[in-house]
């Protein structure tokens, strides 16, 4: 007898087809009207929710969010060692605090006893022990200028996703323009915090989008007295924006429906833990929903393959088309670094029918991680790399 998977511990990231039932606000909503209703959904989604408006508020919230992660209790040495050393480290920027979130996020910790002991910042094996929190009206009075951020979501305490909210009519742009001004006027302010949003998420309640916290390298030329510099870090582009949508792929674009899926708490944390690349070019990518629908049905396949010992059989395969341009590198690239850390897969192998394919998926895939994947046209060096444990 056969069966199939109906249910996972781990729920899909992507909702599989998604019906609104719910009446659409379509006339005018204020902004605070629009963010209360907001808060009100994600509260009735298990989000604490805290009226913190102040640094001094937030540091104290995440100390007491990492000591309940760790169960365990910071002596004010070992914590002011952890947030000025590392958290809040002044000669970090927003690259370094990705970094972080994305690959060091097990920091270590010398204990007043003498000991270390590893102090997570985020829980990526059980993806539930970390805590959501919401906040809104955060102000700073540091930095350019004095502003004010719409709602926050807070993962351990950290601020790793903001909203930026704006009444129904006016152009999502101005939010998008809005998280721009705020990154060059106030998000560095202060202790940096805000420098660790991954992800952004812009809405006029009608139209929702989301897109990485990250700066781009742009090939242009600045000529100045003594030299000419051939390209800069510059902020996000709105053209880097995505739409959320169901596995068909129909978007997700009112602002209530992108929050009872895109915030639904197993997708927010899968999109921070498993979803989001850091590449080697120091650009932080988040996957599209098509990409990741596609990987978690390889990955499905691949565990019922193992389970009814498929390999090899036409079932045991399965077909995953994309649009030229959609991104398919990336979505190979995530299928096989998840892949790999299955306890019965060995090695993951890539296999295209063209050189200049292969050239061109190396050089992406080195972008994606250093010596993540090499290549060679030797039967006899491909069989010694597939023998060696190491390789």
Not at 162 to 186: C, M, P, T, W
Request: proline share 1%; hydrophobic share 35%.
């Amino acid at each position: 007898m056969k069966y199939d998977i109906v249910t996972q511990s781990q729920e899909s990231t992507v909702v599989a087809k998604y019906d609104s039932n719910k009446k659409k606000e379509s006339a005018y909503q204020t902004e605070a009207a629009l963010e209360k209703a907001f808060i009100e959904l994600l509260k009735s989604q298990a989000y604490e929710y805290l009226s913190i408006t102040s640094e001094a508020k937030l540091i104290a919230n995440l100390r007491r969010q990492l000591e309940l992660l760790n169960n365990y209790s910071f002596s004010d040495k070992e914590w002011e060692q952890l947030f000025k050393g590392k958290l809040a480290n002044q000669n970090n920027g927003i690259e370094e605090k990705t970094a972080i979130i994305q690959e060091d996020y097990i920091q270590l910790l010398n204990c007043d006893d003498g000991t270390t002991k590893n102090i997570y910042l985020l829980d990526k094996a059980n993806i539930h022990n970390n805590r959501l929190q919401v906040i809104n009206q955060y102000s700073t009075d540091e930095g350019e200028r004095r502003n004010r951020y719409d709602v926050t979501i807070l993962v351990n305490g950290l601020p790793l996703v903001h909203i930026e909210l704006k009444k129904r009519g006016v152009d999502i742009k101005e939010a998008f323009n809005q998280i721009n001004r705020y990154s060059r006027e106030s998000f560095w302010a202060g202790c940096g915090l805000f420098e660790y949003i991954q992800i952004f998420v812009i809405s006029n309640g009608t139209h929702t989008k989301y897109y990485s916290n990250t700066t781009r390298f742009t090939h242009i030329k600045e000529q100045n007295e003594s030299s000419i510099k051939k390209g800069k870090r510059t902020s996000n582009s709105f053209e880097f924006t995505s739409w959320w949508a169901d596995a068909n792929n129909s978007p997700i674009t009112d602002l209530m429906d992108f929050g009872r899926t895109f915030f639904a708490k197993h997708t927010l944390l899968n999109l921070l833990t498993k979803y989001c690349v850091f590449t080697s070019e120091k650009l932080l990518l988040v996957m599209r929903p098509y990409q990741i629908a596609a990987t978690e049905r390889i990955l499905r396949q691949i565990e019922i393959s193992n389970n009814y010992k498929t390999y090899g059989k036409i079932e045991g395969g399965g077909y995953i088309w994309h649009t030229t341009g959609s991104g398919k590198t990336l979505t190979s690239f995530k299928t096989a670094q998840l892949a790999r850390k299955l306890p019965y897969i060995d090695k993951v192998l890539f296999v295209v029918d063209r050189k200049d394919l292969d050239y061109q998926t190396m050089k992406e895939y080195d972008k994606f991680e250093k010596g993540a994947a090499n290549s060679n046209t030797s039967t006899a060096i491909l069989k010694k790399q597939l023998e060696d444990p190491k390789a």
